[in-house]
């Protein structure tokens, strides 16, 4: 079992709350020496590639908080899925850089037949100015968390 940060744990657990969401996962990693010809190796599949292209890799002092979201493959996985692509949408109009996107694995592997069994859900925080501490982050993380469960309170979501 993973242990993190308070305001980390939080978050997971404002969005366990939803309906459909089976787990969640969380790192952080320093954007910063990511560089575009390092986005072609595998272990940096995991990063937001469109996003880092259009800078050509991280920018100084920033780091990336992601999320990894599993579901059930449910009806009540899509609304719930459907709720956070309006709440990171909206949260990102007002100036959090944050976005959702979807995450699978190739159709198959030397392992079998993937499709179908690998789509995951990436929740991307970027934050700049780290510079000795994550304490930034966790602010906005506090501010995120706060701000999602209000908005589950106000749009009267189903959670579980």
């Known amino acids: 079992m993973n242990h993190?940060?308070?305001?980390?744990?939080?978050?997971?657990?404002?969005?366990?709350?939803?309906?459909?969401i089976t787990g969640i996962e969380s790192g952080v990693d320093n954007l910063e020496p990511i560089?575009?010809?390092?986005?072609?190796?595998?272990?940096?599949?995991?990063?937001?590639?469109?996003?880092?292209?259009?800078?050509?890799?991280?920018?100084?002092?920033?780091?990336?908080?992601?999320?990894?979201?599993e579901t059930d493959y449910s009806l009540d996985s899509l609304h719930s899925i459907e709720f956070l692509a309006w709440f990171v949408r909206d949260s990102a109009r007002g100036g959090t850089a944050i976005q959702l996107r979807p995450f699978a694995l190739p159709p198959d592997s030397p392992h079998g037949r993937q499709l179908g069994t690998s789509l995951k859900y990436h929740l991307d925080l970027f934050v700049g100015g780290i510079e000795e501490s994550l304490e930034p982050a966790y602010e906005i993380l506090r501010k995120l968390t706060q701000s999602l469960e209000l908005a589950i309170t106000l749009y009267e979501i189903p959670i579980k």
């Open 4 to 20: 993190y940060p308070n305001e980390i744990q939080d978050f997971h657990d404002t969005v366990l709350k939803l309906r459909g």
């Open 35 to 69: 560089d575009s010809v390092m986005l072609g190796f595998p272990p940096f599949a995991h990063l937001p590639h469109g996003a880092l292209l259009r800078t050509n890799g991280g920018l100084e002092n920033e780091v990336l908080i992601q999320f990894e979201l």
